[in-house]
């Protein structure tokens, strides 16, 4: 079945890049990752997807391997706001079932 | 614009008893979300509408478990016979397309079974 492997928890200093792995081998071919995150007591908030690519917008990048089992976000300039829980995401093949898994919490220490 | 949102905020209810919790998503999109997050725990996804019907049911835990669409916009999820598991935050999200676009998420609903 669909899984992601996360970090449990990650430190970064301000201004550094931060780089979150997370395992998905079990990917099918068609699915894209996604990765949301999410700041306490609030609902989770969509940073990036991809499928093959790497992918840059205002937010993050997100490397892809080639095999796609493994994906990267990068957070180029960590700052304080960007603390919070990292999820990456893939859905189960046929279905609409996302799966979240555990997640990376972020800390950005100044 | 509005984003999602859900009512309660919190709810404190005792067990055995009926509950209804509330999503409007976002105008004009026609996917529909929920999911429930246990403490410590990412979200866990419960059910899929698009428009009026349920596409994916596969993540309800059991026949408590229950959810409407009626008009393909607001939904309720409905728990009958609560049980102190299902203290979770339950979170709604909607996005504009099936399955494969952003999904906003509204700040979720703590419930409390006592």
């Known amino acids: 079945d669909a899984k992601t492997t996360q970090p449990t928890s990650m430190d970064c200093a301000e201004g550094r890049a931060a780089n979150l792995p997370c395992n998905h081998s079990?990917?099918?071919?068609?699915?894209?990752v996604y990765w949301y995150r999410q700041i306490h007591s609030q609902g989770p908030q969509y940073i990036i997807h991809?499928?093959?690519n790497n992918e840059t917008n205002e937010m993050a990048s997100l490397i892809i391997t080639e095999d796609r089992k493994s994906s990267t976000l990068i957070l180029p300039h960590a700052t304080l706001r960007d603390t919070a829980v990292y999820y990456c995401?893939?859905?189960?093949?046929?279905?609409?079932?996302?799966?979240f898994g555990t997640g990376t919490r972020l800390k950005v220490l100044a | 614009g509005a984003g999602v949102s859900q009512t309660p905020s919190n709810k404190v209810t005792e067990k055995g008893k009926y509950v209804e919790l509330r999503c409007d998503p976002i105008?004009?999109?026609?996917?529909l979300y929920w999911y429930r997050q246990s403490l410590g725990q990412g979200p866990e996804f419960l059910i899929y509408?698009?428009?009026?019907?349920?596409?994916?049911d596969s993540g309800l835990p059991n026949d408590r478990f229950f959810a409407v669409r009626p008009e393909g916009s607001v939904s309720t999820l409905k728990i009958q016979r609560t049980e102190r598991g299902d203290s979770a935050v339950y979170l709604c999200?909607?996005?504009?397309?099936?399955?494969?676009?952003?999904?906003?998420f509204g700040p979720g609903t703590r419930l409390t079974v006592l």
């Open positions: 509408f698009q428009g009026t019907g349920a596409a994916d």
């Open positions: 995401i893939v859905r189960v093949s046929g279905t609409y079932k996302y799966i």
């Open positions: 079990t990917i099918s071919g068609n699915e894209y």
């Open positions: 105008s004009g999109h026609t996917a």
């Open positions: 991809g499928l093959k």
């Open positions: 999200a909607s996005s504009s397309d099936r399955g494969a676009d952003t999904q906003y």
